[in-house]
């Protein structure tokens, strides 16, 4: 009788074991696929687009090329997905998509009915106003009871509602199911000002074509907004991985290695900088890195944090966005990498 109690102990731990480890499989569905899949929005070039070559390009592109590298060894084995702010719990746990990157949103609400969770912050946007006859405008004043095209029960929402409450504006929200709609019932002229993140908003610009002065992105900052990148709640290892992988950019601006100067940190001396590189392997080893030398390959190939940010969204980019918030921290910005101990 006992042995017959032991055995069924035995097997119920083993069938929740085997329970938690399949939860627990993003990353060796991941290698087992031998693709990266990567939610983003795709009708904002901001974001990702396919080039007249047919390659990805974009932010979010380029920082999925840099997991793919990380975990497969191939940056370009990735596939970017369009995903909706509202689908994106629903993506994450059919395995649809691995990580959720450009422009989802964030609340204590999201957090509690989503199965997605956060990762970390991989880079930050602004809530603006994109304004119709900006070039009379000389304050906010002179959009007093205008229309504002908004996505219905999100961040942005809110923030516009304390936003005209502050400042007696009298704004009148007309509230769409997704940015995209939004964004169409701004260019049928059914409201004069569209707010959302600035580079949703500079996309709006430059892919509907306009060019004069008096559609403009207004200088108004209703808000800061953090840009999340988000895992499936029971796909742990791979949030973890993913985390260290992305901080691995920023601190290696932080230090100095950018692509053109990756051969001089060899040498180094120091613990974190040493684990970062692959010259005491064990770390990267533990997150299951394709290579533990993978950042090398990977600054050589796409580079740090601030030259893909520039090469993608900066002075190297037709957006010509100045950095802003997501400089460094010691630049004056709200970047901030954690040493890799």
Known sequence: MKLKFVFYCFLALTLASEALAAKDAGLRYI?????????????????????????????DADLCRVLALAVLGDKERIEMVNVTTNMVSKYLVTNKIDIMLGGAPYSASNEIRSQATPIDIIYYDKQMFLGRNADKATSMEDYKGQKVCVVNNSDDQYNLEEYNARYNLDLKPLLFASSQRAKEAFLLKRCNLLTGNALFLTNVLKSAGIKDKTTQVLPEVISVKPVYAFAAKENNTWR??????????????????????????????????????????????????????????????????????????????????????????????LIIPQPFL
Request: proline letters at 2%; aromatic letters at 10%.
């Open 240 to 333: 973890i991985s993913a985390k260290w992988i992305l901080n691995a950019l920023k601190l290696a601006e932080d230090i100095g290695i950018n692509s053109e100067n990756i051969n001089i940190f060899i040498g180094v001396k120091d613990t974190s900088t040493k684990n970062l590189l692959g010259v005491n392997p064990d770390l990267w080893n533990k997150f299951k890195t394709y290579n533990p030398e993978w950042l090398r390959k990977e600054l050589t190939e796409i580079g740090n944090f601030g030259e893909i940010y520039e090469k993608n969204l900066g002075k190297g980019s037709s957006f010509n966005l100045d950095r802003e918030q997501n400089k460094l921290l010691k630049d004056g910005g």
């Open 31 to 59: 290698q087992t696929r031998g693709v990266v899949r990567c939610g983003t929005d795709l009708s904002a070039q901001t974001y990702a687009y396919k080039d007249e070559n047919g390659d990805w390009r974009g932010i």
